[in-house]
């Protein structure tokens, strides 16, 4: 079960103002808004419910638009299906509000060999930072992390801080980490939020500075994570979206974080597209 079905999630996902509704083992999220009604997400379920129950919470609670976006083990045929029998009773919504297509490296391997997976480019990055001095420490301070963020976002800081508190709340400290890279005069760098649920850890939020960036903190963050993840008993680390050649059109932005995450030696993983 992926971390959106977690019931850590959903305890998340209350915190920020929406309704659940349990469906046998998943949770459908409801959100209720002035202009369009209620909003429904059933999201990363690794199968899909009964017709007659997701029927019954779309007349419950008045549902007019449906996210549906299941596990990548539920095929594209059969999404297809399921949303056309709901079509006469709710909107089906076609975008897509979580990532298509992630990357995952196997963390059941010994670290030695993890590493030699990595590009040339990657492997000279850490070892580059480690020369510069750059450092990784772990924190328990969601602040600082959150001021990073907002301060690298520029003007979307807001945006990309939303919800990090209570979510930080939720998951720590058993189940969320939070990497910050120091520079030799002990200013934050970099910062990496994990969040783990079932032996994944999600690379969830992260962010550096300009002056991070050029001593190659990302990168160096990222190994120091992979490692921390499988420390807490990991086996499978998951980098939380990049761009899906299947849309080629959408979301064009990711392709230079894209480039940065495939250099990690993972291998992708494809969750169904939405065909209305």
């Not at 997701?54 to 299941?70: F, G, N, Q, Y």
Request: charged share 25%; hydrophobic share 40%; glycine share 6%.
């Amino acid at each position: 079960m992926e971390i959106q079905q977690s019931p850590l999630f959903a305890q998340y996902i209350k915190q920020l103002g929406w309704k659940t509704e349990k469906i046998g083992p998943y949770t459908l999220f409801i959100k209720s808004f002035f202009f369009i009604g209620a909003i429904g997400k059933l999201q990363r379920t690794t199968t899909l419910p009964s017709y007659k129950t997701i029927i019954a919470l779309i007349k419950k609670h008045r549902i007019k638009l449906l996210v549906v976006e299941p596990d990548h083990s539920i095929s594209s045929k059969a999404l297809s299906l399921f949303t056309t029998m709901l079509k006469p009773h709710v909107r089906i919504s076609t975008a897509h509000y979580l990532s298509t297509k992630t990357i995952r490296v196997d963390l059941t391997s010994l670290d030695d060999d993890i590493f030699k997976k990595f590009s040339e480019a990657k492997r000279r990055a850490v070892r580059r930072s480690t020369t510069l001095g750059v450092s990784i420490k772990e924190s328990t301070n969601i602040q600082e992390l959150i001021q990073l963020k907002a301060k690298t976002a520029g003007l979307f800081g807001g945006l990309t801080t939303y919800g990090m508190k209570e979510l930080w709340s939720c998951f720590a400290p058993t189940n969320a980490s939070i990497l910050l890279a120091y520079a030799k005069d002990r200013e934050i760098m970099g910062g990496v939020l994990l969040l783990y649920w079932d032996h994944c850890a999600y690379y969830w939020i992260a962010g550096a500075t300009k002056a991070g960036k050029k001593a190659f903190s990302p990168t160096l963050l990222v190994w120091e994570a992979l490692k921390i993840a499988k420390k807490n008993r990991c086996e499978t680390f998951d980098f939380v979206g990049v761009w899906d050649e299947r849309l080629p059109k959408e979301n064009l932005v990711w392709k230079g974080f894209t480039k940065f995450k495939e250099g990690f030696g993972g291998s992708s993983l494809y969750y169904p597209l939405i065909n209305i």
